[in-house]
């Protein structure tokens, strides 16, 4: 019924900035919350940033200062802009929604992931 997209990942050289999103489509009723995680190789999955309508903004202390997060409500989007990137930034960028989505009768939450996008930071 929902899915989400990631896109705007790349190789960027030490120092450079990237902007990842996270789209999502289908029936979307609402985004209440997201996240963005990485993982490097031979490394466990770890919170970046998270954004909810409650709580608001968190960042991981490796992003503080660098690392923007931010929901788009017309384009459904949570975005991450990334700038001072450095080398041990690299890593596979994962985007989570939570929210909920229309369905015949009524809204159901939805929690998903989305496919990975590739961030590489190396002159």
């Known amino acids: 019924q929902v899915q989400a997209v990631s896109s705007g990942g790349g190789q960027v050289q030490p120092g450079g900035s990237l902007r990842l999103s996270c789209a999502a489509s289908?029936?979307?009723?609402?985004?209440?919350?997201g996240a963005w995680y990485r993982q490097a190789p031979g490394k466990e999955r770890e919170l970046v940033a998270s954004?909810?309508?409650?709580?608001?903004?968190n960042y991981a202390d490796s992003v503080k200062g660098r690392f923007v997060i931010s929901n788009d409500k017309d384009r459904l989007t949570l975005n991450l802009e990334m700038s001072g990137l450095l080398p041990e930034d690299t890593a596979l960028y994962y985007c989570?929604?939570?929210?909920?989505?229309?369905?015949?009768?009524?809204?159901?939450?939805?929690?998903?992931w989305g496919q990975g996008t590739q961030v590489t930071v190396s002159s």
């Open positions: 989570n929604l939570k929210g909920s989505y229309q369905y015949t009768y009524g809204l159901v939450p939805f929690d998903i």
């Open positions: 954004w909810s309508q409650v709580a608001g903004t």
């Open positions: 289908g029936r979307v009723f609402s985004i209440k919350s």
